[in-house]
Nanobody, 124 residues
């Protein structure tokens, strides 16, 4: 059974930082074969792409987070990270981790595997 477990969410003041982690287990293939991504969903809004990292460690970001967020992965730990700096109240959302063998599926929110999400709240 595939599991993606996010952690690291919480409450932070605007301008602060948070680091999210997503640990994967039960994947059919080695973790380093998978593209990984982060999405967020604010109340009343659709789930939106935040960042993705390919199996070759190329990175992609939504315009709204470029220069503030950094996605990375540790294949030895089967974990993907999202370092969030200069947080804004608009970043408040539930953050989800996603995994798929195809990067395009991750980038377009069609990933096969999803985590349960972790809440990030940024106060003004």
């Amino acid at each position: 059974q595939v599991q993606l477990v996010e952690s690291g969410g919480g409450l932070v003041q605007a301008g602060g930082s948070l680091g999210l982690s997503c640990a994967a287990s039960g994947l059919t293939f080695r973790f380093n074969n998978y593209a990984m991504g982060w999405f967020h969903q604010a109340p009343g809004k659709e789930r939106e792409f935040v960042a993705a990292i390919s199996s070759g460690e190329s990175t992609y970001y939504a315009d709204s987070v470029k220069g503030r967020f950094t996605i990375s992965r540790d294949n030895a730990k089967n974990t993907v990270y999202l370092q969030m700096n200069s947080l804004k109240p608009d970043d408040t959302a539930v953050y989800y981790c996603a995994a798929d063998l195809a990067l395009k599926n991750v980038a377009t929110a069609r990933a096969r595997y999803w985590g349960q999400g972790t809440q990030v709240t940024v106060s003004s």
